[in-house]
């Protein structure tokens, strides 16, 4: 994931267990046929470690045939076992320290739940491809919109490495690419929808509104 001329969607999956997997690819690949998706983020469910490679697997092949990229939450070890493209990390740490030692530079490294400024400055200088704004903490909590959209504007507006915004709804989506936002993630928003497919292309035509000004 690299920056562009023009801001690209960014999927997270819902927390996907072993028995879901074959249900969930066929209703992926139906999702990203309906816009255009840089980058899948796969998210595993408590419990399903045992199934954790064949999940990761089957997403590769789906992402893989839409030419996304597919990423592994919080797991830089899983993503290289399983073929993905790289691995999304929470935080700073001893995670991302090994995620960037062994992905990087043949796989994406990405930051997320950046606690603050100068937490989302260390991942950029130690060379993440690129940070995440306004994600879902583990508890459910998102920030404030506001929030959000202030600390993109303030990423994109200093800094080189790509910033992706995090939209709790569809209607998050045109003020996070106003601000700057190089890619918008979009999660629940999508899959509790009554059509996916319909939401995704709705988040498409959000994301390129703001261009035709």
């Not at 490679?53 to 789906?62: D, H, N, Y």
């Not at 303030?154 to 080189?160: D, G, Q, S, V």
Request: glycine share 8%; proline share 6%; aromatic share 6%.
């Amino acid at each position: 994931m690299t920056e562009t001329d023009t801001n690209r969607l960014y999927l997270f999956t819902p927390p996907l267990a072993g028995s879901d997997i074959a249900e969930f690819a066929a209703l992926l690949a139906d999702v990203l046929s309906a816009g255009d998706v840089a980058c899948v983020l796969a998210r595993l469910a408590p419990g399903a470690e045992g199934d954790a490679e064949k999940i990761v697997s089957r997403l590769v092949e789906t992402a893989a045939r839409a030419e996304a990229a597919l990423l592994v939450e919080n797991d830089a070890r899983l993503a290289a076992r399983a073929g993905a493209d790289g691995a999304h990390i929470h935080g700073l740490g001893e995670a991302l320290d090994d995620a960037l030692k062994s992905l990087k530079p043949e796989r994406i490294v990405g930051a997320g739940l950046l606690r603050s400024r100068d937490d989302a400055m260390v991942a950029g200088e130690k060379g993440v491809d690129y940070v995440m704004f306004g994600e879902p903490r583990g508890d459910g909590f998102v920030p404030p919109m506001e929030q959000t959209v202030e600390r993109i504007a303030w990423w994109a507006e200093i800094f080189e490495p790509p910033c992706v915004g995090f939209a709790a709804r569809l209607g998050d989506i045109a003020p996070l690419a106003a601000a700057g936002a190089d890619f918008i993630a979009l999660g629940e928003a999508i899959w509790r929808a009554e059509a996916p497919a319909e939401a995704l292309a709705q988040a498409q035509a959000a994301l390129l509104a703001p261009q035709a000004h």
